[in-house]
């Protein structure tokens, strides 16, 4: 059966782009349900897909899934030919690592800078807190491709679900002109890049919805 994936708005939700791109890369046939966040018609309708009450939900037959790594994670066990996580496994070691510290970490750098693909050339000056998560996300794209990333051009060596976890954070530092060099600098090229990162900011320049709140800088 064809699966759904319910999203949010493509300009700030980057909990919807996360599995979105994940299943995009891989090719995954599936329909799209967009709610437009903090909308009566988001309010109205969330409730049918999950009792969380948050996007982005992945609807397969009879099973909801609705959580971003969850959803990644279960279209590597469901769909034939995903690998979610890289074969070495201290590679997958660290993978799952950093994946986990993105989900659950850096709320300096969500509150400050949020994701605005719209947006070019936002001046935002971090806080000294932001700036830690900064240097910290920096140092994982430029450790993970020095150590794992020669035999591609993701973070370690083929696309898994660590590249789709942090792909909002390069949206965000194009956005707020956050400066990048050496391999961090190589691999935001090379998701923002990526034709399905392209078609999700595309989609997101046209969408008429705007929330203030992540209007920055």
Not at 79 to 104: N, Q, T
Not at 112 to 129: D, F, I, K, W, Y
Request: charged share 25%; hydrophobic share 40%; proline share 7%.
């Amino acid at each position: 059966m064809k699966p759904a994936l319910v999203i949010g708005n493509r300009n700030y939700s980057t909990w919807s782009l996360r599995p979105w791109l994940f299943l995009r890369y891989h090719g995954v046939d599936f329909d799209e349900v967009r709610l437009p966040l903090d909308t009566e018609e988001f309010r109205s309708r969330i409730g049918d897909y999950t009792p969380a009450g948050r996007v982005p939900v992945l609807v397969h037959g009879d099973h909801r899934v609705w959580e971003s790594l969850a959803i990644c994670e279960y279209a590597a066990e469901t769909f034939p030919g995903i690998p979610g996580w890289p074969e070495d496994p201290e590679g997958r070691a660290e993978a799952r690592s950093v994946a986990c510290e993105m989900h659950a970490g850096f709320a300096a750098l969500r509150n400050e800078l949020p994701m605005n693909c719209r947006a070019v050339g936002r001046q935002v000056t971090p806080s000294a807190a932001a700036r830690c998560d900064i240097d910290r996300v920096v140092a994982i794209w430029n450790g993970a491709r020095g150590r794992f990333g020669s035999d591609g051009p993701w973070l370690y060596g083929s696309f898994c679900i660590a590249d789709a976890m942090f792909a909002p954070v390069a949206s965000r530092f194009l956005t707020y002109g956050i400066p990048l060099q050496d391999a961090a600098a190589d691999w935001a090229r090379e998701i923002l890049g990526h034709p399905g990162m392209q078609e999700w900011i595309e989609a997101a320049r046209v969408e008429p919805e705007v929330i203030e709140a992540d209007e920055t800088g």
